[in-house]
């Protein structure tokens, strides 16, 4: 089983862009982009920045996903309520790999009033505090409840990150 890296505060500075942009998966109405990836030296990682789009049905799965909260804990068979989703991202660097979780994302969505169709896009940026030996990353994401396939990358970043 590949270590996984110690979670650190991502640096204040705008670092160094290593790759991007990127189309990771797509489906219909729905899709997730690499919009670019920046490169630190100190703290070392990487900020990837991805932004998701979505129209009509994914657009309402993914709010829903994203915004309704159960107000109740327990479903009625006793179980936990289904509290949500989101995007999940994994990454390989080096031997480590490890699912991450967004460091700040913001969602806005939009309702046609004539139409009623609504349009979700979401920017998230995900902290990896590492950077590559072998100048690749390996990226995973996928979205099943709104409708969005898993798919995977190996990056191959530009040589200055920042090592």
Known sequence: MPRRWVPAIPPDDTGVQAHG????????????????????AHPAGLMLHLNLHADGAPARAAQRQLLDRSRDPLDPA?????????PVLHVTINDLADQVH?????VRTHQDNGTGEVRLTMHARYWIAELPADARVRLSISWPRAGLPRTEHTLTLSRNTGR
């Not at 942009?21 to 630190?40: F, T």
């Open 78 to 86: 006793g179980g936990t309520a289904d509290l949500g989703s989101q």
């Open 21 to 40: 942009p990127l189309l990771l998966s797509e489906a219909p109405g729905i899709r997730a982009e690499l919009d670019h990836v920046q490169a630190h």
């Open 102 to 106: 967004a460091k700040q994302r913001s």
